[in-house]
């Protein structure tokens, strides 16, 4: 079956939005929907997700990844546009797969698909989605902002990525492999009380410990942070481990800081929606981040979590 075959079989019946016109032409309509942000973010298989990976797991990592970015700068994402590079030695039966999921995760987030490029090639499985967003303020929530005596807060569970990857690996049964294949994203209503509150945003996708250096970096300040107020999967118990797991990454959760005046709102929405959310530090004057345990300051590790070369 040819490429454009492909596409209308498995793409044009997902992509309902009124801009792609059932994917007949090479551009889109966007939607005039207010202020609107753009992301992208590729996935590779054997660098982002193991080639034993489900195919539906791999669609629904692919949306999530990039619905992180827009959750995390105070905005509800809208549209998107996919590029496959389809092996030429996968079958065709996975790619139904594939589209059927790509299509549910998109309806589960109210994203609609415009359209894209499907190409086959004899290398490994490669996706890219370029997303849109609407912001639920004037603007994104940036890295840059955090303010002396803010609160830091960070969304869900620290490390459940690391230990599911572990877990294949050793193979060995585990609730977190699902966690690893298809990221559990904070719940949609925190990009509006982002984007209400914080001064500064990003997600966790490279190490809990690299980001917040990130993010304190572009505000030009410090963030002092409390390992033992972090809500680590599994609950380790020493240092070492949970700095093991805070710089390891594929977490997809919300780190943001808040003037200390919004903490009861921000706790109240976190009680009201069922959404686990933890103050885990302060921002301070300075530089980079501190950490501490058992109130005792403890040496950051040599590599603070995934570096892109």
């Not at 092996?87 to 109210?110: C, I, N």
């Not at 997303?131 to 002396?148: E, I, K, N, Q, Y």
Request: glycine fraction near 10%.
């Amino acid at each position: 079956m040819s490429e454009k075959d492909w596409i209308s079989k498995y793409f044009v019946p997902i992509a309902n939005a009124v801009g792609a016109d059932r994917l007949r032409d090479d551009v889109a309509l966007l939607s005039d929907a207010g202020p609107l942000i753009v992301t992208v973010d590729a996935l590779v298989e054997g660098v982002h997700f193991l080639a034993s990976d489900p195919i539906e797991t791999v669609a629904q990592k692919l949306v999530r990844v990039n619905v992180s970015d827009c959750l995390a700068s105070g905005a509800r994402p809208k549209e998107a546009v996919l590029t496959l590079g389809w092996p030429s030695d996968r079958p065709e039966a996975d790619l139904g797969v594939f589209a059927a999921a790509l299509g549910q995760e998109l309806d589960a987030w109210g994203i609609s698909l415009l359209g894209g490029d499907t190409v086959t090639h004899t290398g490994a499985l490669f996706l890219s989605l370029t997303l849109t967003g609407v912001c639920h303020g004037d603007g994104p929530v940036r890295r840059a902002g955090a303010m002396v005596d803010d609160d830091v807060w960070v969304t869900g569970y620290i490390g459940a990525a690391k230990l599911g990857f572990d877990a294949i690996g050793a193979g060995e049964l585990s609730d977190f492999v699902a966690v690893y294949r298809s990221p559990n994203l904070p719940k949609q209503g925190i990009s509006e009380l982002i984007a209400a509150h914080a001064t500064a945003s990003m997600d966790v996708s490279d190490g809990l410990l690299s980001d917040a250096k990130m993010l304190a970096t572009n505000s030009e300040s410090q963030l002092k942070l409390d390992l033992d107020a972090v809500n680590f999967a599994a609950s380790p118990k020493t240092a070492k481990e949970k700095l093991d797991l805070a710089t390891w990454g594929d977490d997809y959760q919300c780190l943001f800081t808040a003037s200390a005046a919004s903490r009861v709102n921000i706790e109240d929405w976190a009680q009201q929606s069922g959404q686990k959310l933890s103050r885990i530090g302060r921002v301070r004057e300075g530089e980079g981040i501190s950490i501490f345990s058992c109130g005792i300051r403890i040496n950051l590790p040599e590599t603070l979590g995934f570096e892109h070369d």
